[in-house]
């Protein structure tokens, strides 16, 4: 593969990111009623899986779609790994962390919406099973939070340590993907309460948390395509020179 082509896999790599961010939105948070989420903890099994009825396909469009588009966390992931592992050179364990921590992120976000699915999929399933279905997928979208902390993290302390005249990422988007990853950790308390700021429609769980993740998300997206498309206009000028006619003379890559 010629490197013209790789970059523009990379830009279109690091746009992912972006889309991931809206799309997700859209599917999850809108018709998958999650934007907030529902105070489901607070409510009697037959209250929810009344709600569940009332929007059933709601529910199984919004969280299907979601867990299609949850893909594109992985080429965002792919290309963070490269742009991390050519400031970290020959030894980029921090650059492997982050790609395993967004390998395990992006399971999350495929696998969670698959169990609302399965909570709006038989309207006359017990209500019990409505609302242990939905608690599963609470806990699960939520407390495997270790692996996004862990990916984040990782690449805002290699984002710090660029030494390049041109750094990928400025100091506050590095330091912000570092806050983003600290941000996760209060959610840890969310099985020991049914409301309050760290349930998972709090105030700490859901949007400090989210707030955080997407904006992290977008800013060093933003930052990578940047950089793809500032080496894709390098390379164009690399690649031509006058001619002794006065046009462009196309050189060996």
Not at 87 to 96: A, M, N, Q
Request: net charge positive; aromatic share 14%; with cysteine.
């Amino acid at each position: 593969m010629s490197d013209h082509l790789s970059l523009q896999y990379q830009r279109l790599c690091a746009h992912c990111g972006a889309a991931f961010v809206v799309l997700y939105a859209i599917f999850w948070c809108g018709f998958g009623h999650n934007l907030p989420p529902l105070a489901a903890a607070n409510l009697s099994a037959h209250d929810l899986a009344a709600i569940y009825a009332q929007h059933r396909w709601s529910y199984l469009v919004g969280n299907s779609v979601a867990a299609a588009v949850g893909v594109l966390w992985a080429p965002w992931t792919a290309q963070l790994f490269v742009a991390l592992k050519r400031i970290e050179g020959d030894s980029p364990v921090l650059s492997y962390l982050s790609l395993i921590g967004g390998a395990l992120t992006t399971w999350v976000v495929i696998f969670c919406p698959a169990i609302w699915v399965a909570a709006a999929y038989r309207p006359d399933m017990p209500a019990d099973i409505v609302r242990a279905l939905n608690d599963l997928g609470y806990f699960t979208f939520n407390l495997t939070y270790a692996g996004t902390t862990l990916q984040a993290i990782a690449a805002g302390a290699v984002g710090l340590a660029d030494g390049r005249e041109i750094k990928l990422f400025p100091r506050w988007v590095s330091w912000w993907a570092i806050v983003t990853g600290l941000s996760f950790i209060p959610i840890t308390l969310m099985p020991f309460g049914t409301s309050g700021p760290f349930s998972w429609d709090g105030l700490v769980s859901f949007w400090i948390g989210f707030g955080t993740f997407f904006s992290w998300c977008v800013s060093m997206g933003i930052c990578m395509a940047a950089e793809a498309k500032r080496r894709l206009n390098a390379q164009s000028k690399d690649f031509s020179v006058p001619s002794r006619t006065g046009g462009k003379a196309r050189l060996n890559a």
